[in-house]
């Protein structure tokens, strides 16, 4: 995308993810293994899912137009030979930050009114932190359309020779591509925000969906009889006597 529309367009995403960390309680994603070490803190963890998304996708979709159509990536205003590539990376790092900065000021703005924030007042904030860029973004793409559809150097424009259409060019297949690259990750950072599990409450929530097993009466088990001592006394046979002597008269 276009170099003077990154940030703005980073913050409005910010706010926007900002806006589905507030709808949704429940989040046990693919990424939950890496927010313990990203956020220690429970409440920090749709934050680092947010920069995440801004270091890893993001960040290098603005950078891919910096490095490879330079020239396009500032509407053909400025010789980008001219200008430092500290600037470049200057600008890298502000579109890496605008994504977090978003979704921060968005989180603020909808916990102003104390408590946390809910998807309610969520709205307001994604109204003006996401809706505002959003239309600067796209009145400066508008004004700079006819620059921006075509393909070429800061000198081929200017003397108006050698540029090529963006669409069906090498550029337009870069940009749609880009753009679904940075489509699907922005789905991926949503539903791992909308799957989110809140602090203390995620036994909880797995306790309530755990069916509860139904007791089965059991019959009492038979009382035995312990057995009887068997007795020490010496058996006594019939007809005989102490010491086995007979006991009849001869």
């Known amino acids: 995308m276009p170099a003077f529309v990154a940030p703005l367009v980073g913050f409005a995403l910010g706010a926007l993810l900002a806006w589905f960390s507030a709808a949704a309680p429940h989040r046990p994603g693919a ?3 890496a927010e313990p070490r990203l ?4 409440r ?3 934050l680092a899912l947010v920069t995440l998304f801004a270091v890893l996708v993001f960040a ?3 950078a891919y137009f910096l490095v490879f159509a330079p020239d396009w990536s500032f509407a053909y205003l400025v010789d980008t030979r001219r200008i430092p590539s500290a600037i470049d990376l200057v600008l890298l790092l502000l579109d ?5 900065a ?6 603020r703005f909808a916990a102003s009114a104390g408590g946390r924030p809910t998807a309610q007042r969520s709205v307001r904030a994604v109204a003006v932190f996401a809706g505002a860029p959003l239309a600067i973004a796209l009145v400066a793409v508008i004004a700079l359309a006819r620059r921006l559809a075509l393909d070429g150097t800061y000198r081929q424009v200017e003397g108006d020779f050698g540029v090529h259409p963006v669409a069906g060019g090498p550029l337009g297949y870069a940009l749609l591509w880009m753009h679904t690259m940075l489509a699907a990750g922005f789905a991926v950072t949503v539903s791992a925000l909308l799957r989110r599990e809140l602090p203390g409450g995620g036994h909880k929530a797995e306790s309530a969906r755990a069916p509860q097993s139904r007791a089965v009466p059991t019959e009492p088990a038979p009382v035995v009889d312990p057995p009887r001592p068997a007795s020490t006394r010496p058996q006594r046979r019939l007809g005989l006597g102490k010491g086995g002597r007979s006991n ?3």
């Open 60 to 62: 290098p979709v603005c």
């Open 248 to 250: 009849r008269p001869d």
């Open 39 to 42: 956020a220690p803190d429970p």
């Open 31 to 33: 990424l939950r293994a």
């Open 44 to 46: 920090d963890r749709p």
């Open 96 to 100: 890496a930050a605008s994504v977090p």
């Open 102 to 107: 978003g979704f921060a000021a968005a989180q």
